[in-house]
């Protein structure tokens, strides 16, 4: 019936409109229209129900036959009962406006903070949407996509709001089309790719904030009336500050393990906007998408805008179930190679900075071999002849081999590494030039500056012009020429580290377009460079980088392997960054380095580089014997449990926030072996606890041995490792390893017998 409706509907809406039909059609369809509209559509209201396999997010039409959100939460048995809902949403007051909208147009009706706002092709700027109409196709078992057609009653703008579920994984991607069929051009004042409503006692927002060496700091706040925006206008690398993620508990803040939350991030690696506006009912309106900030967006005649991809789970029972979701959406959907493996390595940054040559490098290569890993990581300062780059005020963009340091080229590494056993990777930052650079003095136009104003750098460096194609194809050639003259080679570390300060394209402003494109087209430039690279080159890791993590988003890691969470690898800081970029991403997406940072014992940093891809970036000929000997094993070891880690499910067992230790254990899917991890983070003494904490994920009924692993050598451990306990003992009682002032980290093997 109601598929029939929509069908009829929608049908009558596209034809009636053509001035190919004849009067006498609608002669015939005028009485029917009347007919639907006031019988069906006011009385008969168009419920679509999205559901994963727990959770509903229902849409309905109102009398106006605008479309609201009616219900969002647990999925009910019987569908037909979302209907009922109605009443309980105060969706709609006489004086003041529809609150629940799907997607708030502004400029009409709507009094809130909107999702859409444009000013039409005569100027005019107000907007309405009406519901048209909706399908749903499968694309397969697990996967199912929702479409609703709105359509301005008066002017010709319309837009499409995409649902894709991922069922199994409680994972719901939202995007939204706008398209014009305006004569003139029109322009896109916001333009948000999700709008979400909420109704719960309270709100309780976590988000996050940082800078170089700080990222990933939580702070919990209750949302009160009004608006609270979470945002980035640093362009490049937007998340510098803040990253587009974030928590939202309801009614009180969600526990791991207790509580209704929400996990959302978008896919969008440039400026991003999230509203989070709690109107005079108490009701939530979310609102996210790109940052219209300095961005009003021209939409040309029959053309469409399509927004980046909010992606959101939701979770009845905390935040570490809902994470879990997120992980095994973003290993089987998103990342590249999400289920695949991860190469263990050698990064040399820390270790010799800009200083070095081939036989530095050829001594290097044995070192990563002799410590076990599988590929040598070549960092910045390999390029650049006439501004060589022997620091990082020059050379930056000039991207062929300096003959000084290197006289026989990247080939010549790339062979020399293999000779030596490992395989070979290298840095760029291709987005990035220094003034001083015979690229800047070639084409000070590809620069994304203010022409009438100083420049203002960031580390001593700009952003390239990536809305403009030759800077595409010259940022594509930097890749391309790597790997045409070094097949051989197997990684690349992609940094980017400055922010976009005088936001003006030279380009733009040639081809006359708009300077208010810039942001967007930066971003959609960088994703047009990485889609053709992943063409030609599909498999190859990349390491997203950002001077930290000032850069990773699920619409990146669509073509990248792995991040780099944070300059910061002192692993008392990484315990906690770690913990908190867990929420969003799995283990097997965080680079994770042992390198000289920090003061705890080299047991302990390569502990805690051990739940995420590990790599190292030391002097491993400055390693003493034991500490060589202990390095050499704990890559063996991490080979053994690395399968765990990265494909396994995650459980955060004990908070350093709330704890002087922590605590986290991955569990295979089979619930046969997992890996628990525990850490001292407080200094006091008496700081640690050997109370037993509750175990998850492993199951009730099998039997399970403890084994410590990596124990540093010549030392013992402290665990009985033949006494046998059950699943259930150990999550009911529980266990726990101790760390203490004497054993600040502990990494224990649970294997079922
Ligand atoms: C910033 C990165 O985070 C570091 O690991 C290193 O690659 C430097 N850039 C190189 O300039």
Known sequence: ????????????????????????????????????????????????????????????????????????????????????????????????????????????????????????????????????????????????????????PVYAVEVTLHYKTYIHEDVTEQWSVIKSAEKGEITLNKYASANLYFIAKDYFLTHYNGTWAKEMNPEQEQLTAGMRVLDSKLGTRANLFQPPSFQLSFDKPATETEGKVLLGTLGWSGNFRMDFEVDSYHNLR????????????????????TTPSFIYTFSENGKGEASRNLHN????????????????????????????????????????????????????????????????????????????????????LV????????????????????????????????????????????????????????????????????????????????????ITFNAHSAYLEKSKQKQSQLYVDYVKGLYKVLEKLRAKYPKVPMMLCSGGGGRVDYEALKYFTEFWPSDNTDPLER?????????????????????DWGKQPLKYRTDVAMMGRLGYDIVVSHLNEKDLQFSQQAVATYNS????????????????????????????????????????????????????????????????????LNLYPETKTALKEDQVYSGEFLMTVGFNPAVSARRTSVIVEISAQ
Request: net charge neutral; glycine share 6%.
């Open 575 to 595: 315990i906690f960054m770690q913990w908190e970029y867990s929420y969003f991403y799995p283990a097997i997406a965080q680079s994770a380095h042992v390198t």
């Open 415 to 498: 062979k020399e590494a293999k000779n030596a056993g490992v395989k070979f990777g290298i840095w760029v930052e291709p987005e990035m030039v220094n003034p001083k650079s015979e690229l800047y003095e070639k084409h000070p136009d590809w620069v994304i500056k203010e022409p009438q104003r100083p420049e203002h750098h960031m580390r001593n460096q700009l952003p390239l012009d990536l809305s403009n194609p030759e800077v595409q194809k010259f940022v594509f050639g930097v890749l391309d020429k790597l790997f045409i003259e070094n097949p051989d080679l197997a990684y690349i570390k992609w940094d980017c580290n400055a």
């Open 329 to 412: 959406w973003a290993r089987k959907y998103r990342i590249l190679d999400g289920e695949g493996s991860r190469m263990t390595l050698l990064n040399n940054w820390e270790a010799t900075y800009f200083g070095f040559n081939e036989e530095k490098l050829s001594g290097l290569f044995k070192d990563g071999k002799k410590l076990g890993v599988d590929l040598f990581l070549l960092d910045d300062g390999w390029f650049a002849n006439k501004y060589p780059r022997n620091n990082d005020q020059a050379g930056l963009g000039d991207w062929q081999e300096n003959v000084k340091k290197l006289p026989h080229g990247i080939g010549y």
């Open 641 to 708: 449990i690395k399968d765990v880690v990265w494909h396994g499910d995650l459980y955060r067992l004990v908070d350093p926030k709330e704890n002087s230790y922590a605590s986290l254990l991955f569990s295979s899917k089979n619930k046969d072996r997992a890996i628990l991890f525990s850490y001292l983070t407080g200094n006091r003494n008496g700081d640690g606890s050997d109370t037993p904490f509750r175990l998850q994920g492993l199951d009730p009924a099998k039997k399970y041995k403890v084994k410590e």
């Open 1 to 152: 019936m109601s598929s029939f409706r929509s069908f009829f509907i929608f049908w009558t809406f596209k034809y009636y409109a053509s001035p190919m039909y004849s009067a006498l059609r609608l002669s015939f369809l005028l009485p029917f229209l009347f007919l639907i509209t006031k019988n069906s559509l006011a009385q008969n209201a168009v419920t679509i129900p999205i559901e994963t396999l727990h959770n509903a997010l229902v849409l309905q039409t109102d009398k106006e036959n605008h479309l609201g959100i009616t219900y969002f939460g647990k999925k009910l048995g019987s569908a037909v009962e979302y209907q009922l809902v109605t009443s309980q949403s105060r969706q709609h007051d006489g004086n003041a406006g529809t609150y629940n909208s799907a997607y708030t147009p502004a400029g009409s009706w709507n009094v809130s903070e909107p999702a859409l706002q444009v000013t039409h092709s005569d100027g005019n700027k107000s907007m309405d949407l009406v519901y048209v109409s909706h399908k749903t196709s499968k694309e397969n078992d697990n996967v199912t996509l929702t479409s609703i057609v709105l359509k301005d």
């Open 286 to 305: 979310l609102i996210a998408g790109i940052n219209n900030y300095a961005s009003e967006y021209p939409l040309a005649s029959n053309k469409e805008f």
